[in-house]
Every structure is written in C-alpha cells, then in structure tokens.
C-alpha cells in the first residue's frame, strides 16, 4: 500500500506483506497459503464467484482480513480520527461510530458514547 493507507500504522503488514510473493511462493494449480488464517476454501470461493485467478483471490481475502483485523478500539481512534479530519462533530461521529460497529463482520461490543470518548481521549 501506498501512503494513502487509511491503516498507515498497519501498512508495513499490508496483504502483500504478510502473503508473501504469491506468484513465487504458490505452485502452478494450488492455491498460495495467506498467512493470516484465509481458509482455502475461502479463496476458492472467491475466486469461483469472482472470476479471479486463485492467486489473486487470496491477496483480495489476505487484504480483507488484515482490514477487519483492527480492534474495536483501533477502530474507534481510527475512525474518529478520519471523521474529526473531515469537520464532523463529535456528537454525530458518537452515533457514526455506534453504527459502524454494529455493522462489522465481527460485532464489537456496544459502547456507550462515554466509552467511546474514553478509548480515544483516554
């Protein structure tokens, strides 16, 4: 990734990164191990309903991961911040961030907007 990474923290373990060369590292016809837990079966799916070649699917997945790979505070601080970046105000960043947890692959626990304000102001 590039310095627009919206993880900048996180981009020196970008997908590309942590997977490794796939194009050397996998043999022709079998899938190229992701080393951040994306299943095979994953990457084939993917690459089946994407019309991806395999090699490709499992960067896309490895890079999908490593996105929702934050925690719920990373997140919080992260996204406060973006939001702080684009002149929203904290009350409406409050209620934006509730929504966006609820709404992740792997729901964050629900925070009150105190417990909001305390993971980014401490």
């Not at 919206?6 to 590292?25: D, Y």
């Not at 490593?66 to 960043?93: C, K, M, P, S």
Request: proline share 4%; hydrophobic share 40%; charged share 30%.
């Amino acid at each position: 990734m590039s310095a627009e990474c919206p993880h900048i923290a996180k981009c020196n373990n970008s997908a590309r990164n942590r997977a490794g060369n796939l194009a050397e590292s996998a043999e022709e016809g079998k899938i190229a191990p992701v080393n951040d837990g994306g299943s095979a079966e994953l990457v084939r799916h993917v690459a089946m309903s994407t019309g991806l070649p395999e090699r490709v699917a499992a960067r896309v997945v490895a890079d999908i991961v490593g996105y929702f790979d934050e925690t719920a505070e990373e997140f919080v601080r992260r996204r406060h911040g973006e939001l702080q970046a684009r002149q929203v105000r904290n009350a409406e960043i409050w209620r934006l961030l509730a929504s966006e947890l609820a709404r992740r692959p792997v729901a964050a626990p629900r925070f009150t907007e105190r417990q909001l304000r305390r993971i980014v102001y401490g």
